[in-house]
């Protein structure tokens, strides 16, 4: 892969796979900036179209501004869009990937007063049999199944704590989910996708502009659970760190292409004498047995 994959300061990327197109959301990358999203178009997750606005906060009457880490499904021939504005989640609908995108509920369908953790980043998983999950939130990370209509969107079903899982097996009290201690076990950006006949989960761990900014990982039979990770003495679960002077790599998607599986993520510029800048990244995980998988993070020149 040719590193960063496209040219506009981005970060938190999210990959829809449909049929032989690629279609990558992320929190900026745009002259619509923090008030809206883009979208890219590939067929090959190394060449990329010029981005394309597919949702504007104009057109969305609750939202203003921070404009983060969008996720995206198809559904009976419509893309439902799961978008952050205002540290809430809201959905669109549209009947294209390319948008344009229309606000459904009107409203946020996660408040930021709902829970008591920050209700950012949704991630949708859609199984075999077509239905969907919607996994979100920063500290802590809940997941339920969805029903989508071009009119409606609700949850179904019990919504269950997919950190929790994961804090338990460091035993780590779940009380403490805000403390810079478990940021190094759960912080934010869930991830979910189906390989073979398990479902991979994958997050990102301390914060964004942290140079450990990395992405844990753990597997199960079923989408809701129990994750669990594969820890023992040879592996530690990261599927993706920084090296050799790359930071900053975390909130990535994983996505099938040709059959093997690629993780595109964001990470720190390499000059910050700038101030805070993302590049986004792509590279193909390597599985070193049934369980322990592992990406490498490259700069063109290598």
């Known amino acids: 892969m040719r590193n960063p994959i496209i040219p506009q300061d981005a970060g938190d990327p999210y990959i829809l796979k449909d049929g032989d197109d690629y279609y990558m959301t992320a929190s900026g990358g745009g002259a619509i900036g923090q008030k809206g999203f883009v979208c890219w178009h590939s067929k090959n997750l190394q060449d990329w179209s010029d981005p394309v606005t597919i949702l504007d906060f104009k057109d969305v009457s609750w939202a203003e501004e921070k404009a983060w880490a969008p996720s995206m499904v198809e559904k009976d021939g419509f893309y439902y869009f799961a978008f952050c504005a205002d540290q809430q989640i809201g959905i669109a609908v549209s009947q294209s990937p390319m948008g344009n995108f229309r606000d459904i509920l009107g409203r946020p369908l996660v408040a930021k007063t709902d829970y008591n953790f920050q209700t950012i980043d949704p991630c949708f998983l859609k199984d075999d049999d077509g239905t969907v999950y919607l996994a979100f939130g920063q500290g802590k990370c809940l997941m339920s199944k969805i029903e989508l209509t071009p009119t409606s969107a609700e949850f179904t079903g019990e919504m269950v704590c997919l950190s929790e899982m994961i804090y338990r097996q460091f035993s780590v009290n779940v009380s403490d989910y805000a403390s810079g201690e478990v940021k190094s076990i759960y912080n934010e950006a869930p991830d979910l996708i189906k390989i073979g006949d398990r479902y ?15 992405m844990r990982y753990a597997w199960s039979k079923h989408p809701m659970g129990p994750y669990i990770m594969p820890l023992d003495y040879d592996h530690d679960n990261i599927l993706l760190q920084g090296r050799h002077g790359i930071t900053g790599c975390g909130h990535a998607c994983v996505t099938e292409y040709k059959g093997e599986y690629y993780i595109t993520y964001g990470r720190h510029k390499k000059n910050r004498t700038q101030g805070f800048g993302r590049e986004m990244c792509c590279e193909k995980i390597t599985f070193l047995d049934e369980d322990h998988l592992i990406a490498v993070p490259t700069r063109s020149e290598e």
């Open 200 to 214: 991979l989960f994958s997050w990102a761990i301390y914060d964004v502009l942290d140079y450990r900014y990395a």
